[in-house]
């Protein structure tokens, strides 16, 4: 169960007292968030435990207080806490009452409990609740894989109905009912035909919802072909919990599987191995490797480099333009008996090969080929890039897949840029980042910055381009930056001062430094 009010009551190390709103302290608390804002509506979302010391409020305006407590509650807050000792030495009286009257729950925050130690209890409990809702889904999902493997569909619908406390249903391709568990559900599960072929008549995946007088029914196809080789109908008395959609998706995975046979078992592959990619992005790689099991082998126990690929704008229309890296990278690895994942990710590609293994080699021949292709064909000038971008990332392992991907995605940005076929990463952090300034962008950014001081220049009325790079390059030491240019140093500070009014920017900011030393280098004029 996800926080409420009530259980951080009951928190030991909070000490909160409850001044208004007893009836409603079971609201579950979806965030705890702190504003003095006289109006902080605009930035509640709903659900939320509001946390104030009154800084900017007359707490003791009763009409004042009505209007506050009205927006809050019109607005989802579940809560107010008020620290007290810190503006107020306890709560006044005009916002007890104006709570009280709402319904608002309100409590009293003592000086010693700091609105973080609020904001962490709140975060550990929903993070709390988050893992025993996954743990749930993984227990869910081996005895589903359990059952399926013993008893068949039967047997996975069996679990599944205990799972989510309700019933289930699968039905063939013509939508006739195959089977149900219980079994008292087959007569409600055969009233579904004629939405079942609806459903059968959308591309797959689809899904449905069907709200009887009863129980609420999902409707979900099964299969990964045009058209959907089965469906499975799941009712229960209510929407489902995180931990029972868990258990629904593993069930829509089994069926798949035993539903499509050859087929199915490269498309439920896919699946997985696109599972196991996003778990790996948001940096669990032990569920990562707890849904992959031993389908991929030591690849996610040794360095493997990530490959991102796509297909430039330029490129003409081809209906699986990925074929021939995938090919040729599955056949490499194959040959030499490594593991291999090759996940769709949106319009890009994705993949995990081994580091210095032969599937990472056959994608440099493969980017290769292309740029060969395309320099050969004389209908093709230099500006219409490669047929396919690919983007290499360094050596990782499993807990740095994101910052893989990060990289990976970087290298594809020069690719695309360059018209090259690939680019990898490591290239680009043995080589300098001023090339990289020749970017029509960064050229801009950098006329736009240095335009006013060049604008004075021309005017003749002094030097300040020349000064402020003389004073850059010499780290601010404003004796050795003035000796460079002849000038006395006070002639120095005055010119530096003149370049922060003309551009309204500091020099003492490290970051404006910085923009300015990158923008001269940028700039023709300011390249020595």
Request: proline letters at 5%; a negative charge.
């Amino acid at each position: 169960m996800p926080p409420t009010l009530a259980s951080l009551v009951h928190h030991s190390a909070l000490k909160l007292t409850v001044r208004a709103g007893e009836e409603h302290l079971d609201a579950p608390v979806r965030w705890a968030h702190a504003s003095e804002l006289t109006d902080p509506v605009p930035y509640m979302e709903g659900g939320e435990l509001l946390m104030i010391t009154a800084l900017k409020l007359d707490a003791e305006d009763p009409e004042a207080m009505r209007r506050y407590v009205k927006r809050l509650a019109a607005a989802g807050v579940v809560g107010l806490g008020f620290a007290v000792g810190v503006h107020y030495k306890d709560i006044p009286e005009a916002l007890v009452e104006a709570a009280a009257d709402e319904g608002l729950p309100l409590l009293e925050v003592p000086r010693r409990t700091p609105f973080l130690a609020i904001s962490k209890a709140v975060s550990a409990a929903i993070a709390a609740d988050q893992y025993r809702a996954v743990t749930a889904g993984f227990a869910a999902q081996r005895e589903l894989t359990k059952q399926a493997l013993s008893d068949g569909p039967e047997g996975l619908l069996g679990a599944l109905a205990g799972q989510v406390d309700g019933w289930a249903a699968l039905y063939d391709a013509s939508g006739a009912v195959v089977a149900t568990a219980p079994e008292w559900a087959s007569r409600r599960a055969a009233r579904l035909t004629s939405d079942v072929e609806r459903l059968r008549d959308r591309a797959a995946p689809a899904s449905a919802v069907v709200a009887g007088a009863e129980d609420r029914v999902e409707l979900h196809s099964i299969g990964t072909g045009r058209r959907p080789r089965a469906a499975l109908a799941v009712g229960t008395a209510s929407t489902l919990g995180t931990a029972e959609r868990y258990a629904l998706h593993s069930a829509i995975a089994l069926l798949t599987l035993t539903t499509e046979r050859n087929r199915s078992l490269q498309a439920a592959e896919a699946r997985v191995g696109s599972a196991v990619l996003r778990m790996l992005l948001a940096g669990e790689p032990d569920h990562a490797r707890t849904v992959a099991g031993e389908l991929y082998g030591s690849l996610l126990d040794a360095p493997f480099r990530l490959v991102v690929a796509e297909v430039p704008a330029s490129a003409p229309e081809d209906a699986d333009p990925f074929a021939g890296l995938t090919d040729a990278v599955e056949s490499a690895a194959a040959r030499a008996g490594e593991a291999l994942l090759v996940v769709p990710y949106g319009e890009r590609l994705v993949l995990l090969v081994v580091d210095g293994g032969a599937g990472a080699a056959a994608c440099v021949a493969y980017a290769q080929t292309l740029e060969a292709g395309r320099s050969d064909a004389p209908e093709k000038g230099a500006g219409d890039g490669a047929a396919l971008l690919l983007g290499l990332s360094a050596p990782a392992g499993p807990i740095a897949a994101a910052t893989a991907y990060k990289q990976a995605d970087q290298a594809l940005s020069i690719a695309r840029r360059r018209g090259r076929a690939l680019v990898e990463h490591e290239d680009l952090a043995a080589g300098s980042v001023l090339p990289l300034l020749a970017d029509d962008a960064v050229r801009a950014f950098a006329d736009g910055l240095l335009r006013a001081l060049f604008e004075h220049d021309a005017t003749g009325r002094g030097d300040l381009i020349a000064s402020l790079r003389a004073w850059l390059s010499r780290h601010g030491q404003w004796d050795a930056a003035a000796a460079d240019l002849g000038v006395h140093r006070h002639t120095l500070r005055y010119r530096m001062r003149r370049v922060e009014e003309i551009l309204g920017r500091s020099l003492d900011d490290p970051d404006v430094r910085m923009e300015l030393w990158l923008s001269l280098k940028a700039t023709s004029s300011g390249t020595e």
